[in-house]
T-cell receptor
């Protein structure tokens, strides 16, 4: 089955700890994206990657870091510098940058 | 960045009713997508529609790029249509999302 997987589905962390969220796709898409969604809000772009070994900041990149070492993988690290990390995180991919996006099921992060 | 406004913010319908959701955007866009977010948070692709009209079963969408708006029509609504509907516009490499229309369909 082709698609996008995110793990874990739920994640709990103590304040001050870094945490890494996984995103994998087997759609052979070049572009991948990370979004954050807060309750009752739309999605805001954290980082995006147009191709392997390249990524750019979105509107709310502060306190986050990413890597793109493989085409199918785009992990997101939420660092202790992120002031309000509790949110729903969604990963997406598209065949090329700017084309139709497809989303994974999301990870709900709660920082205690 | 570009501003994306959706209306209405909330909508309650009786099962079987029709509805129109609107998405306005503040600048020229390359692409536009409509999504349905289900109660579990999954975003489901409805339409990829930078311009023109498309139909898929009871749903259809029209984008008038020159006037900077898109409409999503839902006919004969069902309880499974409940959820939040988002439009997202693309101006290059980034997509910008509206704040959504929350739809509740009651039996």
């Amino acid at each position: 089955d082709g698609g996008i997987t995110q793990s874990p589905k739920y994640l709990f962390r103590k304040e001050g700890q870094n945490v890494t969220l996984s995103c994998e796709q087997n759609l052979n898409h070049d572009a991948m994206y990370w979004y954050r969604q807060d309750p009752g809000q739309g999605l805001r772009l954290i980082y995006y990657s147009q191709i392997v070994n390249d990524f750019q900041k979105g509107d709310i990149a502060e306190g986050y870091s990413v890597s793109r070492e493989k085409k199918e993988s785009f992990p997101l690290t939420v660092t202790s510098a992120q002031k309000n990390p509790t949110a729903f995180y969604l990963c997406a991919s598209s065949r090329i940058s700017g084309n139709e996006q497809f989303f994974g099921p999301g990870t709900r992060l709660t920082v205690l | 960045g570009i501003q994306v406004e959706q209306s209405p913010p909330d909508l309650i319908l009786q099962e079987g009713a029709n509805s129109t959701l609107r998405c306005n955007f503040s600048d020229s866009v390359n692409n536009l997508q409509w999504f349905h977010q289900n109660p579990w948070g999954q975003l489901i692709n409805l339409f990829y529609i930078p311009s023109g009209t498309k139909q898929n079963g009871r749903l259809s969408a029209t984008t008038v790029a020159t006037e900077r708006y898109s409409l999503l029509y839902i006919s004969s609504s069902q309880t499974t249509d409940s959820g939040v509907y988002f439009c997202a516009v693309n101006t290059g490499n980034q997509f910008y999302f509206g704040t959504g229309t929350s739809l509740t369909v009651i039996p």
